[in-house]
């Protein structure tokens, strides 16, 4: 089963590399080299071969993504302790990081797993497999291995300052972040796509209510809730699923009839305040892929909230 959305996942910091002393002891080292401050992490890598080089420095630019994305979600983070040292030492901070961390209006995806973009954790999760596989290569001298340590928490120090590639972060994850809304009032319920996930089967757990499996499909789990903002009970509504493939949107409005708890919403109404969690499940083909969106029921503004990103399944 494949995870979209806001699917809580296990996201790797750089500690888990290093161990917390060791990784004291690396980031008073890049401090003290300033590397970072000419833009020359890469000076680290220096006798190492031309492959391992680009596939380190490649994999620096997601850990770099991922270490912003872990603090502006104010989520451990090697970030957080460069944020100290800086204090410390008088140097000025990203300051883009501090105003996102800030802004309450700001979705931050450090921890959903989306499928195929810049700030996906498989693609952290990667990018930290990349890093431990080069510096553990059979014969690899103690030294060459702190220089290895060193290059990616000198990448991290770069978007600290806000200097290379971590200088425009902010923007651009405003822009990614603006027009991926996973929340929004739709009549009288404020609706939220909580997460996803999809596969061959919905793991009912329950024989009788899991749906058949059809030759070329699968199903798709869209996990949502629904709070009524009304003063009297209300009744919410499924919706569709919407899928951008080969530059055309398929709408998904059949929902498979699983009649077992916590499935769908079966007319059932919601009194004021409360809110209903529910897993709507759309039976989709498995050669689609793309970016994917859901407009809830009664909805006459025809607002779409965010889910994610599909791979296609080709068995």
Known sequence: MKRVGLALSALVACSTVLGKANEDETISAVMQDHYFLSLNCITYLK???PVDQS???DASMMTQVNGALRFIASRDSVLEDFHKQFRAKGLKFNTDL???RGDNSVHVPSIESYYDDEYSDEKANTAF???REVKNQAGRKAEEKERINKFFYCQTALVAAGLGPGATFGERFRSFASTRTKTANIGYFSVTV???QYGRTVGTSNRYAEPKAWEGSRFFILHASFKNLDTESRMPAEGSLIVSYN????DFDSVEPIS??????????VNPLVTVKTKIVYRIPNEIEGEVYWKPGRNPDGIRLWVGRIEADHG
């Open 47 to 49: 006798g190492l071969s």
């Open 55 to 57: 596939r380190l420095y």
């Open 98 to 100: 501090i105003k996102l």
């Open 129 to 131: 497999a990349t890093w």
């Open 194 to 196: 909580d997460r996803a």
């Open 247 to 250: 530059g055309k949107e398929y």
């Open 260 to 269: 077992a708890e916590g499935y769908n919403l079966w007319f059932r109404k």
